[in-house]
């Protein structure tokens, strides 16, 4: 297994336009996480999955975006009507589910997005 | 509502120098910490997890200390090299009921010039 991939790599859309990325987690891992990171910041914690279920969304996670893990494996995640606001780096990680002060998550190579 | 801070927000040491970078967070009832490192325009790459009962974890040339009560955690790199430029977060781990989310740092960006 080669880790957390995501897809693309690179994205420049106009503002309006609508956008969706992929996360493929590392193969045994039944959470997914998805996560912000704006320049100079940290990331920023936006939604988690556990299986197909998602289980939280953070107040970050306007009703223009939306995620989705249909078969509790990748996961999409799709930004409506795109705003300059919304240029970022997003970062997909994958953890299992052992104990909470055990879990490590993995993270993807990110998915940086550019909107003009 | 949980707040990490990380000092300095940038380093420069020459080659071989030892350095300690060091993360503060407000909430101290956190499940773990987890030191990752980012190169430029890149994802995180995992170096420790220090589980909230544990003081240290030591991987290689790297050393993270943990100290929940005061809300402090420190990462030691030993006779740094180039290869260490990069920028180093630290995240604690939050309850969200059934899983973990991460809270980051801002990050402190390493340069390590020979």
């Known amino acids: 297994d080669t880790g957390v991939s995501q897809d693309p790599r690179h994205k420049i859309t106009k503002r309006g336009q609508n956008v969706t990325f992929r996360c493929d987690p590392i193969?045994?891992?039944?959470?997914l996480y998805w996560y912000r990171q704006t320049l100079g910041q940290g990331p920023e914690f936006l939604t988690y999955?556990?299986?197909?279920?998602?289980?939280?969304k953070s107040r970050l996670l306007s009703d223009r975006f939306s995620a989705e893990r249909p078969k509790g494996s990748f996961s999409t995640l799709e930004i409506q009507r795109t705003e300059q606001g919304d240029s970022a780096m997003y970062l997909c990680?994958?953890?299992?589910?052992?104990?909470?002060?055990?879990?490590?998550?993995?993270f993807g190579p990110g998915t940086r997005l550019l909107v003009l | 509502k949980q707040e990490v801070t990380q000092i300095p927000a940038a380093l420069s040491v020459p080659e071989g120098e030892n350095l300690v970078l060091n993360c503060s967070f407000t909430d101290s009832a956190i499940y773990n910490l987890q030191w990752f490192r980012q190169d430029p325009g890149k994802g995180l790459t995992s170096l420790l997890l220090?589980?909230?009962?544990?003081r240290e974890q030591t991987s290689g040339r790297l050393n993270a200390s943990l100290d929940k009560s005061s809300g402090r955690s420190t990462l030691y790199i030993a006779a740094s090299q180039p290869g260490d430029s990069a920028t180093y977060l630290c995240?604690?781990?939050?309850?969200?009921?059934?899983?973990?989310?991460?809270?980051f740092g801002t990050g402190t960006r390493l340069q390590v010039t020979l």
């Open positions: 220090i589980q909230s009962s544990q």
């Open positions: 193969s045994e891992h039944n959470r």
């Open positions: 999955f556990q299986n197909e279920a998602q289980l939280e």
């Open positions: 995240a604690v781990h939050l309850s969200t009921g059934t899983a973990s989310k991460l809270t």
């Open positions: 990680a994958s953890s299992y589910s052992g104990t909470l002060v055990q879990e490590t998550q993995y």
